[in-house]
């Protein structure tokens, strides 16, 4: 299975402040998504992300998110103003296809 | 829209023990279906699919059979060892939106002692 790559691996930060959580991609990969697990909940999505434009997005994916993969570098999730509940687990996905789905190991975001 | 319903765990048991870990879903079109497993500590992994009815996804000695007729996706493994410990997730994803997203249960903590 493809070793996906996610950093940071723990991000704390205070409440309004914005944050950027980074995945590297694999060479043959097209497909990118993002997911969140809020602790002891379901993995939720976010939003995916295909030749450089987000395919779908989630109710969760509000103004305050945005994704981008610029030149083909490593594909990001920017929260702009965080807030407590943004606080989880967000995992990176990516793929060849759009059949398969890799996670990567996640980043734990803590906002205070 | 699409769900996807798992057992309550934690499901406890002893090694060498046999394990079904019950996941039925609800879709309106015809999903692919998986199993993801999340050892402590670490990212989701890929640990089986079915990409249609009747076809039966297997790895490490687990494996699911693929069941239109009952919508479902049990996970079942014949002799669990104590490095199954983890909350294993199933998970469906709708060719209806080009496999856009997936969809995930609750996930189920198994628990296996020595």
């Known amino acids: 299975e493809p070793e996906v790559t996610q950093t940071p691996s723990h991000q704390v930060t205070q409440m309004g402040q914005e944050v950027i959580l980074r995945c590297v991609p694999i060479?043959?990969?097209?497909?990118f998504y993002w997911y969140r697990q809020i602790l002891g909940q379901k993995v939720e999505f976010l939003v995916s992300?295909?030749?450089?434009?987000?395919?779908?997005k989630s109710e969760i994916f509000d103004d305050q998110f945005s994704v981008e993969r610029p030149d083909g570098s490593n594909f990001t999730l920017k929260i702009r103003s965080t807030k407590l509940e943004d606080s989880a687990m967000y995992f990176c996905?990516?793929?060849?296809?759009?059949?398969?789905?890799?996670f990567g190991p996640g980043t734990r975001l803590l906002v205070l | 829209g699409d769900s996807v319903t798992q057992m309550e765990g934690p499901v406890t048991l002893s090694e060498e023990a046999f394990l079904t870990i019950n996941c039925t879903y609800t879709?309106?079109?015809?999903?692919?279906l998986f199993w993801y497993v999340q050892y402590p500590g670490e990212g989701l992994q890929l640990l089986l699919k079915?990409?249609?009815?009747?076809d039966k996804g297997s790895n490490k000695g687990f494996e699911a059979t693929y069941r239109k007729e009952t919508t479902s996706f049990h996970l079942e493994k014949g002799s669990v060892q104590v490095s199954d410990s983890a909350v294993y997730f199933c998970?469906?994803?709708?060719?209806?939106?080009?496999?856009?997203?997936?969809?995930f249960g609750t996930g189920t903590r198994l628990l296996v002692s020595p």
């Open positions: 996905a990516q793929g060849a296809a759009r059949e398969t789905q890799y």
């Open positions: 992300f295909y030749n450089n434009e987000i395919s779908e």
């Open positions: 079915a990409t249609k009815a009747d």
């Open positions: 060479s043959n990969h097209l497909y």
């Open positions: 879709a309106t079109g015809y999903p692919s």
């Open positions: 998970a469906l994803s709708d060719k209806r939106t080009g496999f856009q997203k997936l969809v």
